[in-house]
């Protein structure tokens, strides 16, 4: 287990159809990987055509990095119009206190080193 007060969770909501480039976006910021989620969006601007209700399809991306990481993503992603405009993107990023599972592909111990 890692216990880490330096890692986030570092979320980003697009429009289905964007998550590939998003991916491709925050590597190139510094990301090593993400998950990407199939989701469906309700909001007050919900839509029904013809009595059948009709939302938005999402896709949400979520990597885990350090805290330097994330905060230079979330800048990143902040200052690309594209992401505002078509994607219709939200991003945030939530602490982690502990992970299992992360690393080099097996359970890591901060202390496992000493």
Do not use: W
């Not at 330096?6 to 991916?23: D, H, P, R, W």
């Not at 939302?55 to 350090?66: A, F, H, V, W």
Request: charged fraction near 25%.
């Amino acid at each position: 287990m890692i216990n880490s007060d330096n890692m986030k969770a570092l979320y980003i909501i697009v429009t289905a159809g964007f998550s590939e480039q998003v991916v491709e976006y925050v590597r190139s910021v510094g990301a090593t990987g993400a998950t990407i989620i199939n989701a469906r969006g309700v909001s007050a601007l919900h839509k029904e055509i013809m009595g059948i209700s009709v939302d938005r399809e999402k896709e949400i991306i979520l990597t885990l990095t350090d805290a330097e990481t994330a905060d230079k993503i979330v800048e990143a992603v902040n200052k690309n119009e594209a992401f505002k405009s078509e994607a219709h993107g939200i991003c945030f990023t939530l602490p982690v206190m502990k992970a299992v599972g992360i690393g080099h592909g097996h359970s890591e111990n901060k202390d496992s080193d000493k």
